[in-house]
């Protein structure tokens, strides 16, 4: 299978950026998910690799073969979509064959291959039945065997899981995953969902307007991110952020404040933010479960009051304030917590899960 390398790719429709010098690569065998909100250009990107649309600016290479002006039949290039589009007349079967159809291929080996694919994607019991006569997931199936049927190198997915319900959604994604480790088609899957793109890349390309804000492995995004966009768009409950602080040494002690905040940083937190020569608008973020609610002042943290409880069965998230103007903080807590509504309580943050960022250009300080 073909490694994919993507080099300042551009694609302008008039004014609008779609995609605006874009590069990574994707790895033989490689499962990438391109995730970002609406209208960031990720399905743009995505026709661009299959050939349908013609790139402004920039290089699309499979391994050592540039792509740029090659068609999209001969890219060996299997596509699934959100609107997998079933012909509703035809039987599964008839719907699968339809690519080898096209390709005037022997009766024979058509059926070989039909069952074949229908047998990994566990639908070869409804290869006589209509679209309308089978749910939701099991078309879903269907349209990834026609994706397959022409054994392409590589597999293009569009928001394939969108139009399902939400446990069918997390069962698909499951199976996806395994099928694509299994067969080892060079893949890249665009998403808006973080968890999806999360749990079934080995890494991904975090979108927004047309430009990649960060490319790694989930774990890389998760714990590391670059910045504010990736930090807040990866990760649910979003990372906590509190804006507006200030940076001042007293007494040779490095503190992060606002009207309401004192937070008392560890020496190397603070040579990074002197390093970067920022006192004003920083802001402070950390994750739910980088935190620990106590009783009392006990090593790095601040105080806040208790806003309101969300259980969770396992978990609890405890939603507080700092102060009445400030936007919410959560943090996890083991469900047989006791805490009383408006009870002011310690947050205690974990050192290596906190990170400073500049709010001007929000990038990651720390
Ligand atoms: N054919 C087109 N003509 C003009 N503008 C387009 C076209 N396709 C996409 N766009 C614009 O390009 C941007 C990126 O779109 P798209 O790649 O579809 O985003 P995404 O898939 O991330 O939601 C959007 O602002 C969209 O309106
Ligand atoms: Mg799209």
């Not at 790895?27 to 690799?49: H, I, N, R, Y």
Request: hydrophobic share 40%.
């Amino acid at each position: 299978m073909p490694s994919i390398r993507v080099v300042n790719l551009k694609k302008y429709f008039g004014k609008v950026k779609a995609v605006d010098g874009i590069s990574f690569e994707v790895k033989d065998g490689e499962f990438v998910a391109l995730l970002g909100p609406s209208g960031c250009g990720k399905t743009t990107t995505l026709l661009m690799l299959a050939g349908i649309y013609k790139p402004t600016g920039g290089e699309i290479w499979f391994d050592d073969q540039l792509m740029n002006d090659v068609p999209p039949k001969f890219r060996e290039i299997g596509m699934v979509f959100q609107n997998y589009a079933l012909y509703p007349h035809m039987t599964i079967y008839e719907n699968i064959a339809f690519p080898l159809r096209a390709k005037k291929m022997e009766e024979g080996e058509i059926k070989k291959r039909v069952y074949d694919v229908a047998k990994k994607l566990m639908i070869e019991k409804l290869l006589d039945r209509k679209p309308g006569q089978i749910s939701g997931g099991q078309q879903q199936r269907v349209a990834l065997a026609r994706a397959l049927i022409k054994q392409p190198k590589v597999l293009l997915f569009d928001e394939p899981l969108s139009n399902l319900d939400a446990k069918l959604r997390m069962m698909m994604r499951a199976e996806i995953k395994k099928l694509q480790e299994d067969l080892g088609i060079t893949s890249v899957y665009v998403t808006h969902d973080q968890a999806e793109a999360m749990t079934m890349a080995s890494r991904i390309v975090v979108f927004n307007k047309g430009k990649i804000m960060q490319y790694g492995t989930p774990d890389e995004v998760y714990r590391n991110p670059k910045n504010l966009f990736v930090a807040t768009f990866i990760g649910n409950p979003a990372m906590n952020l509190i804006r507006n602080l200030s940076y001042i040494r007293k007494d040779g002690r490095a503190f992060l404040i606002s009207k309401s905040l004192h937070l008392e940083l560890p020496e190397d937190v603070a040579k990074k933010i002197e390093e970067a020569k920022k006192q004003e608008g920083l802001v402070l973020g950390f994750r739910p479960e980088d935190a620990e609610i106590v009783h009392e002042e006990s090593g790095l943290g601040f105080w806040a009051y208790v806003y309101v409880l969300e259980p969770l069965g396992r978990d609890l998230i405890i939603n507080l304030k700092v102060s009445e103007t400030d936007e919410l903080i959560k943090v996890f807590a083991e469900s047989g917590v006791v805490v009383d509504k408006d009870e002011k309580v310690f947050v205690k943050l974990r050192p290596e899960g906190i990170h400073v960022f500049d709010s001007e250009t929000e990038e990651l300080i720390v």
